[in-house]
């Protein structure tokens, strides 16, 4: 995979037919600026609508991956996703007259033809880099597909694929860094069942399917009614009878081309996390159902640290959003037990607050007399209590509500906090409350440094 991002240069036009709307769609490849993303346009509707392409707005997966927002769709993105991932392209306009994308051949080999070449330019950056640090593991046990995705020191892609189909066989795939994507992955055309064709022409889907754009593999000889049904859509058949196999083998691009093309969707989908993936993904029987789970499931994770890693900044001459009045009346702590001063910041998931350590801080008496040190105990309570205001200041109530520990996991203490310094002490909510439980990461900065953070559950319950 590209390890920089790759800019586009020019306007890309292009046109062609929906796979299953069969509908004529003009589609337009803009430039955009860095950090816009990929976000399409439906130029038919009035407004212009925009849909980010985003695994939050994965609406539906049924033969395609289909993104909604505002009841506005765009379906079938997976091929054109995987080739900007692909190439690198993080950042893009893409303007339709219609509510899908062209299917061309049933591959990324169009883009490959807009971008190789000298078409793009470097960027200097590797944009949004997600490196996965402990396994994730999805699995979907009603259709027996699995993803995986482990720590790696780069991007590669497993897949394996069995259909119990005596035509199609075991397949398995690979995409690593010595995997040329334009050649060896982008070329590789989506495949049907005939048996699966009968349900999508009954759902009034696939009206722009055709040998051209599709292998269609046939398990079982078919004639009689159901092959007058499969005319519709490619055309009179030579005899009475379609035969067990490949429809289309003279042109098969490669022995494994489905296990290809099932890998050239998985990226598409995958591209939708917003990041560039730096791990190992591991896939068996992956469709586009599973695959956007995973993607929606990076998407969160990339987002949370993110948002967790981001220094605060204190500026002593700003308002407080809450002061130290405020601070009272949601939280009954008092001194020499109060531990936070102010509240600078506070959104919906994520909270800012202020301790000033002072020598005159009780607990300095007897740690250390010679040597004084803030405990850590101490240190987590201030999270804590900072978390709290966060927690508290969305209830009806919070006066009549106080929150407490239910648990404390990986706590770790990178820097003395001593006398003199000012502790900025940031929450940021990673299980929303449900039954009174809610859990958060908490950070304490001296300065631009780390010097404290923990992983916190509390219980908020309601006053006697």
Do not use: W
């Amino acid at each position: 995979m590209i390890d920089y991002q790759k800019r586009i240069k020019k306007i890309y036009k292009v046109s062609g037919k929906g796979l299953h709307t069969g509908v004529h769609v003009n589609m337009v490849v803009k430039a955009a600026p860095e950090g816009h993303g990929v976000i399409f346009c439906r130029t038919d509707i009035d407004g212009n609508p925009t849909i980010e392409a985003i695994a939050p707005n994965v609406k539906q997966t049924n033969r395609g991956t289909v993104l909604v927002k505002d009841n506005v769709s765009v379906s079938t993105v997976e091929h054109l996703m995987s080739a900007l991932y692909g190439f690198g392209i993080a950042d893009a306009l893409i303007e339709l007259d219609g509510p899908e994308v062209p299917i061309f051949d049933g591959s990324a080999s169009k883009y490959v033809e807009l971008f190789d070449g000298d078409s793009l330019e470097n960027s200097e950056t590797q944009g949004n880099v997600f490196k996965v640090t402990e396994p994730i593991h999805i699995k979907d046990n009603v259709s027996g597909s699995s993803i995986s995705v482990y720590p790696y020191d780069g991007f590669s892609v497993d897949v394996m694929v069995d259909f119990k189909s005596d035509v199609l066989g075991n397949q398995f795939a690979k995409f690593d860094k010595e995997t040329n994507y334009s050649t060896e992955i982008a070329p590789c055309r989506t495949f049907v069942f005939v048996h699966d064709l009968l349900p999508l022409i009954e759902n009034n889907l696939i009206k722009g399917g055709d040998l051209e754009n599709a292998i269609v593999i046939n398990e079982n000889r078919i004639g009689g009614q159901e092959l007058e049904k499969l005319e519709k859509v490619f055309g009179k058949a030579d005899g009475d009878y379609l035969e067990k196999g490949y429809l289309n083998t003279d042109n098969l691009k490669f022995n494994n081309e489905c296990a290809r093309h099932k890998l050239l969707d998985l990226i598409g989908d995958l591209a939708l996390s917003g990041v560039r993936i730096k791990g190992r993904v591991v896939a068996h029987m992956p469709g586009h159902k599973i695959n956007t789970e995973t993607a929606k499931l990076i998407y969160k994770m990339a987002k949370e640290s993110m948002e967790a890693s981001a220094i605060p900044v204190y500026d002593p001459n700003a308002e407080p959003v809450i002061d130290i009045n405020g601070i009272k009346k949601l939280l009954p702590h008092r001194p020499p037990f109060l531990m936070v001063d102010r509240i600078i910041s506070m959104e919906k998931e994520t909270v800012v607050g202020i301790k000033t350590i002072g020598i005159n801080e009780g607990f300095f008496i007897g740690h250390f007399p010679e040597e004084p040190v803030m405990p850590g105990v101490l240190i987590i309570e201030s999270m804590a209590q900072v978390g709290g205001i966060l927690v508290l200041s969305g209830l009806e109530e919070p006066e009549k509500h106080s929150t407490y520990f239910a648990k404390i996991d990986n706590a770790k203490f990178k820097r003395k906090i001593v006398p003199g310094d000012v502790m900025v002490i940031k929450l940021h909510i990673t299980n929303p409350m449900r039954r009174s439980i809610v859990s958060m990461k908490g950070e304490v900065y001296i300065g631009n440094t780390l010097a404290c953070e923990a992983d916190l559950m509390a219980q908020v319950i309601k006053n006697k």
